[in-house]
């Protein structure tokens, strides 16, 4: 069994040496670790929502706690969140949990093959380091174990569903009509690009150097909603939530272009 309680310990203690003299985290590795915080949630939510049996469960909020390890390194040695500018961060996220040891260290006996215990040591590990690695890509393999997918696909819907919240909470924070910095400095009122549409339509994930507006950005996350959420439960809270209807309005701000209403409609019917 692994012990989620002992891991998260091990993580704040790491956590805790980023902060400065004053004992304060930088403002945006907090806000980091409330994401995190989010998408432990999240993924404590789907594996409810899917019947996760107990060990699948917590591989899977072991894997969300875990997902972005790497963020703190990667702000103090880079200063930017950018990976294309520095490193790849679930690459640097997964090679620092295993260089710490924490999985060895909160993996216990009770995982030996037994009836009870389907799985080994070597499986929990391998299942949480490969989530923590993929979580980030635009494809995943295919060929994956039933742990590692549950893994992999549970930490990929529940930082999405942080993300829907975050960037509700960027746009209601900041002045998003003149602060052109919280958004990638992208043209905020310009309609979609083509290559964003197609791709939406297409249900095929949109290329991240084909974002040339922040309707751009808004509409991939309502592509996400069409073909980006795996479980049914994600789905479900996605539309708990309201995210969709939150992008649909504020896209609405955005740009007049009727291909807004024609891909919020298509994601509607993804809706569970
Ligand atoms: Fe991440």
Redesign the pocket.
């Known amino acids: 069994m692994i012990s989620l309680q002992e891991l998260e310990e091990l993580y704040d203690a790491y956590v805790d040496t980023f902060r400065g003299g004053d004992g304060v985290l930088p403002p945006m590795m907090r806000l980091k670790r409330e994401h995190t915080g989010h998408v432990v949630a999240n993924a404590r939510a789907i594996a409810a929502g899917e019947g996760f049996d107990g060990v699948t469960a917590r591989v899977c909020e072991a894997a969300a706690l875990l997902?972005?390890t790497g963020?703190y390194e990667q702000l103090r040695r880079y200063n930017t969140f950018r990976d294309s500018d520095s490193v790849d961060?679930?690459v640097f996220?997964r090679d620092i949990v295993v260089e710490k040891g924490w999985l060895d260290t909160c993996i216990g006996a009770g995982a030996q093959g037994s009836e009870d215990m389907p799985h080994s040591a070597a499986d929990i590990r391998n299942a949480i380091l490969v989530a923590v690695l993929v979580?980030?890509r635009r494809d995943v393999p295919d060929n994956l174990d039933p742990l590692t997918s549950a893994a992999v696909h549970t930490v990929r819907d529940a930082?999405k569903l942080d993300i829907f919240r975050v960037l509700e909470h960027q746009i209601s924070t900041t002045d998003w009509r003149h602060d052109c910095q919280a958004f990638w400095n992208l043209p905020v009122f310009a309609p979609p690009s083509p290559a964003v549409l197609d791709a939406i339509r297409a249900d095929r994930p949109v290329d991240y150097q084909n974002i040339k507006t922040l309707a751009d950005f808004v509409l991939i996350q309502v592509g996400w909603m069409i073909c980006g959420l795996r479980y049914p439960t994600s789905r479900r809270l996605c539309a708990e939530r309201g995210h969709l209807e939150f992008r649909r309005s504020f896209l609405h701000r955005l740009t007049d272009d009727p291909s807004v209403d024609e891909l919020c409609a298509k994601a509607d019917t993804f809706r569970t």
Do not use: L
């Open positions: 997902h972005d963020r961060h679930a996220s979580h980030n930082d």
